[in-house]
């Protein structure tokens, strides 16, 4: 009678036992292709590929959910691996246009993500679930591509960014300030997508007063928020390079155009300036409007700086075009979702920027530095800069967007790490600007 129960007792202690060795089986190792399988299971990712690369590391590649979507993204892991991670978060592609699939072997970084691999890190970078304005798609894809890694053993990650993406890594290291030790947002929008709709359409309807009822006035009726399919990039740029073209001749009225816009927008008064702002609102309008569902900005009631004229800017005042915010317009509250930064960020930052951009200009650099400062956080951040693309007067050459040099762009993340894992500092307001 005593045998059954016997038997009784020992088949749950044969159980636990057998639970407690497989509780003790070793961890995948991080990194490995097991680990990378159990990653992307837990994450959703499908169509996983794994390659083994020349120097012993691995490519991987699939498609990792974000959001409502599936997006493709690409990760190097070195042989070597330390446990750290690099992201990048790509910047603005045109409306229209198709996502670039990831590449393993390619970099769009200016050679941060070889550099970082080569030093032991992984280095991944993912597509949006859309093109064109694509903040919130950025932070959602970003976010996930942190998480894979994170649960392949990732033990510490950076985010970098570039133009847009600077606006998505700011909007990463302040939503998710447990996710990053260190943040490289390069020609970004630090200061918050209002902030560039603000200057792209302030430039947009001075430019409009300036040249109205000239032949360097836009189709469109001087209307800066109404697509018009007569208004191309092309004809942007043949109409400001005719402007420039006169203005270079001495033409009185040509000259006081430029002048006037170059003043009132805080804008060099070279065509690049002036045709980059402006093509921008044309080929990135639709798309803008149909995100947010409406303008976003408002400059009902701004009082546009000097022209040098106290006439005309009493004119510029009363009759440039202002742009309205209707009741329930809810654009406004989405730019600041995606994104208008707080400063409130736990991450090592460190920003750098052309002293002159035509599209994302360097006025953001100050304008974020005082945000952060408002927050009692200006310990965690650092601004450089880099001098920009020269002005060829006798061409349509002029400052360009994101003009860095590798050494340039490799240097700033050899800063950044030094500061996240060595506590060095680098030099707040340095020109960091390679020399020939």
């Known amino acids: ?249 001495g033409d009185p009225k040509a000259l006081g155009i430029v002048g006037g816009v170059a003043r009132v927008a805080g804008t060099p008064p070279d065509a690049v300036s002036f045709i980059t702002p402006l093509a921008s609102t044309v080929y990135g309008l639709q798309d803008y409007l149909s995100t947010t569902g409406g303008a976003g900005y408002s400059n009902v009631g701004k009082t546009y700086p000097t022209s040098g004229s106290v006439a005309v800017d009493a004119d510029l005042n009363a009759r440039v075009q202002r742009i309205t915010l209707g009741a329930g317009d809810a654009s406004a509250a989405y730019l600041d979702a995606n994104y208008t930064p707080t400063g409130k960020f736990t991450a090592k930052m460190l920003s750098f920027h052309n002293t002159s951009d035509p599209l994302v200009p360097y006025s953001f650099e100050p304008e974020f530095r005082a945000i952060v400062a408002a927050a009692g956080n200006s310990a965690n951040l650092v601004q450089q800069t880099v001098q920009p693309k020269a002005v060829d007067a006798t061409s349509s050459s002029g400052p360009a967007h994101c003009y860095f040099s590798t050494k340039e762009v490799v240097g700033a993340w050899n800063d950044l790490r030094g500061w996240v894992e060595n506590g060095v500092k680098p030099q707040d307001g340095k020109d960091i600007t390679s020399k020939p």
């Open 1 to 249: 009678m005593t045998r059954p129960a016997r038997t009784a007792l020992l088949l749950p202690a044969a159980l636990l036992l057998s639970a407690l060795m497989g509780a003790c089986s070793p961890a995948p190792t991080p990194g490995s292709e097991e680990s990378i399988g159990n990653a992307a299971s837990l994450s959703g990712v499908t169509g996983l590929k794994i390659a083994r690369r020349d120097d012993g590391g691995l490519n991987v590649t699939g498609m990792l959910k974000a959001g409502a979507a599936s997006v493709p993204f690409a990760a190097r892991v070195p042989a070597n691996w330390n446990g750290r991670s690099v992201l990048e978060a790509h910047g603005y592609a045109t409306p229209g246009t198709t996502e670039k699939v990831p590449d393993p072997a390619a970099d769009p970084s200016f050679g941060l993500l070889t550099t970082a691999y080569g030093q032991g890190y992984v280095a991944a970078n993912t597509a949006y679930a859309k093109t064109g304005y694509a903040v919130k798609e950025g932070v959602e894809a970003n976010k996930a591509l942190h998480d894979f890694l994170a649960r392949m053993g990732s033990k510490s990650q950076y985010i970098t960014g570039i133009s847009m993406g600077g606006n998505i890594t700011v909007a990463l290291v302040e939503k998710y300030p447990n996710d990053f030790v260190g943040a490289l947002p390069y020609c970004g929008v630090v200061a918050g997508w209002r902030a560039e709709e603000r200057y792209l359409l302030d430039f947009r309807v001075v430019y409009d007063y300036f040249t109205r009822d000239t032949a360097y006035a836009l189709p469109g009726n001087g209307d800066a928020i109404t697509p018009n399919a007569a208004l191309t990039a092309n004809v942007v740029t043949g109409t400001v390079v005719s402007l420039f073209t006169a203005a270079a001749k």
